[in-house]
Nanobody, 120 residues
Framework: QVQLVESGGDLVQPGGSLRLSCAASGSIFVINAMGWYRQAPGKQRELVAT???????NYADSVKGRFTISRDNAKNTVYLQMNSLEPEDTAVYYC??????????????WGQGTQVTVSS
């Protein structure tokens, strides 16, 4: 099986920074795209940022210039550096990965989520 485990969520003041991490483990052959999504109370889950295995990134307009996604392929880990945090960034952040467990078994996996709260 495959597991994604997030860490790094916390309570932070407006204007502060946090770094989220998500490590994939288990029976992994290849990891394609990885990404971060978030879900605020009463709202639908939305894309925050994605990164391909080659390093191409994509961001939601609301986080461009403030958030940076990166990955360490050797560690099967994706990161989200969040700067200039705003109260509107408060949400549960979920890691997502497109993983081949072998040459033909491909699935999308999700982590359990980590809470980010931006408040004074």
């Amino acid at each position: 099986q495959v597991q994604l485990v997030e860490s790094g969520g916390d309570l932070v003041q407006p204007g502060g920074s946090l770094r989220l991490s998500c490590a994939a483990s288990g029976s992994i052959f290849v990891i394609n795209a990885m990404g971060w999504y978030r879900q605020a109370p009463g709202k639908q889950r939305e894309l925050v940022a994605t990164i391909t295995s080659g390093g191409t990134t994509n961001y939601a307009d609301s986080v461009k210039g403030r958030f940076t996604i990166s990955r360490d392929n050797a560690k099967n880990t994706v990161y989200l550096q969040m700067n200039s945090l705003e109260p509107e960034d408060t949400a549960v952040y979920y890691c997502n990965a497109d993983i081949f467990r072998n040459a033909w078994a491909r699935n999308t996996y999700w982590g359990q989520g980590t809470q980010v709260t931006v408040s004074s």
